[in-house]
């Protein structure tokens, strides 16, 4: 049956197991989409797709994420439209499905807020569920009063860490729109995230810190930088290290409207006092199209990505867009930003500006990441890539050349084994993008993982 829109989501187990959810709509019908998953041995071999019955979903979804901790139970997470949605159309709540190793998956569907409605249409970088070591998950999103939701393996859903209550007396701020994001390490301690309007500067908007956990303890807050305005709408990402510090990306208003914005990578430390090491990354005149991506390892050094794009004059013949990169070693500032991809007119291929790069990386430091690009022949291709945090990246590789291809996504496990899994039509392609068999009237997307 023809494919008229998917994503899918896929992570790999310390043992080797990769495990690969997609999602589908077999008709531009959002009621028909269906979301099935698949497991592979430690060798590679893959069962059957099977459907998951938890996930059955009413509106169309922007992507899915899976998540997967050291015990292999997994969550996979996507948004649906809310019954409000005629009303506001900005109107979604995000669902989870939880995945226990052996058993399977839970018949239940979870909504990690607790009912709250979120103004968001898609998971994925920048959303705030987190995956624990004992298997529960957390969720700020637009949690009532600010507060974390923390779902059990039970089932049991806790309301935590309400923030005005830490503000006594003349002290309470007013909150400035629905900016969180609560960043636990596996053992549920971590950085908590939340933004309010200055009580120093007029017009301006605090970004607030404190340190918390899901036993429902926090130290008190503390501003770490003021901000005209935050752009997108989940401005803030961010991941907490071993050592409970914290690292997270900033996306701030340059132009009133966010036509251009700033982008910020910021390391809380509190090794000699609190402080908040602030370097700004963006060039001038440059829009962030998506929410970056941010990771740390078990040493605290951190990997940051992101694209950006040089805001131009019209009629520019080439608008520059740049996938950058920085890292930080633990306790010291960012690195100067370098790009990892661009679509530079020398450029063999061309850079697909309206998809993201997909990166994964493992507790080691080792990255992985892959992007879709153009090439001179109109065809397209998966191109990867590996980084270590002493060396930085490798080098950009093809991997696939099919007839179309959706949807790349990257996972690594401790080991450094790595999968790419993308959608393709199974035939390959000759120059000027003729496929090698006969016209596909009504292609049929396979589902592919390439493990390296």
Known sequence: MPISYANMAVTLSDEGKALLALQYSNSYDVQNNLTYWAQSSPQGQWGSFQPVAAAGLTGR?????LQMNAAGNAI?????????????????????????????????????????????SHVGSGTDISLLADSSFTYSGLASDYEVVRTTLDGHQQRLLPVNRSYPGPDTPQFAGSYTFFAPHADGYGLYYTSSFSRT????????????????????????????????????????????????????????????????????????????????VSEKNASILFPPKIFNDAQG????????????????????????????????????????????????????????????MNAAGQAVAAKLVKNDDYSISIMVNKFAMGTGWAGWTKVAHKAEVLNPRVAINATGQAVVAYLAYPSTRTP?????????????????????
Not at 61 to 65: K, L, N, Q
Not at 222 to 239: K, L, M, Q
């Open 76 to 120: 996979l997470s996507w948004t649906d439209q809310n019954p409000l949605y005629a009303i506001n159309p900005k109107a979604f709540i995000v669902n989870v499905a939880r995945y226990i190793e052996g058993k399977g998956w839970d018949p239940v569907v979870y909504e990690p807020s607790a009912g709250d409605i979120g103004n968001y």
């Open 61 to 65: 979804t922007g992507s899915i994420e």
């Open 301 to 360: 050094n951190a990997l940051a990505v992101w694209v950006e794009q040089t805001r131009m004059e019209p009629g520019t013949p080439v608008t520059p867009v740049r996938t950058m990169w920085s890292r930080s070693s633990y306790g010291e500032n960012w690195s100067t930003p370098q790009i990892l991809m661009s679509n530079s007119p020398a450029s063999s291929f061309e850079y697909l500006i309206d998809q993201n790069i997909a990166v994964a």
């Open 201 to 280: 500067e007029k017009g301006m908007t605090d970004l607030n810190v404190r340190w918390a956990d899901v036993n429902n303890i926090a130290f008190a807050p503390w501003t770490i930088a003021s901000y005209g305005g935050f752009c997108d709408s989940r401005p803030i990402v961010a991941t907490t290290t071993d050592y409970a510090e914290g690292v997270l990306s900033v996306v701030s208003q340059d132009s009133a409207d966010c036509t251009t914005e700033n982008l910020d990578l910021i390391r809380v430390n509190r090794r000699f006092g609190l402080n908040a090491k602030i370097t700004r």
């Open 432 to 452: 000027y993008g003729k496929p090698v068999t006969t016209a596909l009237i009504q292609p049929r997307w396979h589902a592919f993982v390439l493990r390296f």
